[in-house]
């Protein structure tokens, strides 16, 4: 059994990347029985529907802002189509702050539209701005007042904060967005919080713009809504709402001056919960590679650095503290072989698909733009997963 080796292989190394439960060494999830994988049988709700239990952890979830929520088994991304179908008119235009994920561009490219830059003087009555804050690498935007504009001209405002569901869980995290004006907040629970992957609420205003997102995310979620997944948000609503930071900030500190004292060079961002490495003559690419040797699995690695998302540490988790220390310990750095693939002839040509290097997930070039392969250059000779790449050298008949 293949794929389960390979789970069985990684997931016992020392988890740096999502989901938060980090290999269910954080949070509650063994409370969750397989057995629980259950249908729309009596006594169970409907998420397409929600009346009973669903609609109560709806509520639960969305009451303390104010806002209709809505449990999503198919991630963010589905919250992101259904939000841009409900919110969009024949004549809005869609206008994206900071890197945008793929689910912006895909949704838009059903409806036959581009996400333009934002700029407030350009928003009409009935344009939609997609804020994408915290970014992958944990950056927070400073939007409330953006946000207040934007409403005031008569615009709707979607956030992804699919990297935020943790905010505002203490005093110590950013604050969530979800307290500010915005029409519509989509968190990925899974992310950052101990719960399934797939996991993710969206969290709307106003009940007619959550009435048309419903319509959608009945369109375009399954017909089977997976009840672990639904169970493990509510699992991580527990952990959110229960959660004391004393140690997860004793822990941070402590590994951050383990890995300086490994010569890693730590860059800490607006989300505690994220730190960016890299070290003096290497590049981060050899890094990440170095730490898989010694069985550290990092979130994502680009010219910036390595990405870890750090475990939500606290009483009584199973996490791999040690380990992870004494890993370091046994970390030595070295080299990439450089891949060496010649893509040149792709060199001028308009794309038939969008190229977008996954992770992050944000397209670099899109269909129907030329490509410049000195913008791939980075990511091919770093063996970085590049979607839409081989769809283009097939369609131009190039053999690399
Ligand atoms: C900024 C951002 N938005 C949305 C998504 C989609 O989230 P999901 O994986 O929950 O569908 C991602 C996924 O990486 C993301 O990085």
């Known amino acids: 059994m293949k794929l389960q080796d390979a789970l069985k292989k990684v997931s016992s190394g020392i988890s740096m990347h999502v989901p938060g439960h980090k290999n269910n060494t954080i949070g509650f999830l063994s409370d969750i029985k397989i057995d629980y994988d259950l249908t729309e049988v009596p006594g169970l709700d409907n998420l397409h529907e929600p009346e009973d239990v669903l609609k109560e952890l709806n509520d639960t979830l969305g009451s303390p802002y104010n806002r209709y929520a809505q449990l999503v088994v198919n991630g ?5 189509l259904a939000s841009i179908h409900a919110l969009n008119h024949q004549n809005n235009n869609f206008f994206y702050i900071d890197d945008a994920h793929k689910s912006l561009y895909n949704g838009l490219s059903l409806l036959d539209k581009t996400p333009l830059e934002f700029r407030l003087s350009h928003i009409k009555k009935g344009d939609v701005v997609v804020i994408t804050s915290p970014t992958y690498y944990g950056d927070v935007l400073d939007v409330k007042d953006t946000i207040t504009d934007v409403k005031q001209r008569g615009g709707y405002v979607i956030v992804d904060e699919a990297h935020g569901a943790h905010f505002s869980m203490t005093e110590n995290f950013p604050s969530s967005l979800i307290d500010s004006d915005a029409d519509v907040v989509i968190q ?3 992310k950052m919080l101990p719960s399934l992957t797939g996991a993710s609420v969206t969290f709307v205003k106003d ?3 959550h009435d048309r997102m419903m319509h959608y995310i009945n369109i375009i ?3 089977s809504p997976n009840y672990l997944v639904m169970a493990s948000i509510e699992s991580a609503l527990h952990f959110y709402n229960s959660y004391n930071d004393e140690i997860f900030f004793e822990k941070r500190a402590e590994l951050i001056e383990h890995l300086k004292q490994n010569n890693i060079v730590v860059e800490t961002v607006d989300d505690p919960a994220k730190l960016v490495l890299s ?3 290497f590049s981060p690419y050899d890094l990440e590679k170095s730490l898989r040797d010694v069985h550290i699995y990092s979130e994502m690695v680009s010219e910036r650095g390595v990405l870890w998302c ?3 540490w ?5 996490y791999p503290f040690e380990q992870l220390l004494e890993a370091l310990r046994n970390l030595t750095v070295k080299e990439l072989d450089e891949i060496t693939i010649d893509i040149s002839e792709l060199h001028g040509k308009r794309a038939v698909e969008t190229i977008t290097p996954y992770p992050p997930g944000v397209p670099l070039i899109l269909a129907g733009e030329v490509i410049d392969i000195n913008r791939l250059d980075e990511f091919v000779k770093k063996n970085v997963k590049i979607e839409g790449l081989r769809k283009n050298l097939e369609y131009y008949n190039i053999e690399v």
Request: glycine share 8%; no cysteine.
């Open 310 to 312: 750090l475990p939500l």
């Open 279 to 281: 070290i003096e003559g």
């Open 188 to 190: 990925s629970y899974h």
């Open 207 to 209: 009940k007619s713009i």
């Open 76 to 80: 963010s991304t589905t919250g992101m």
């Open 221 to 223: 979620e399954t017909s």
């Open 314 to 318: 606290h009483d009584n988790d199973r």
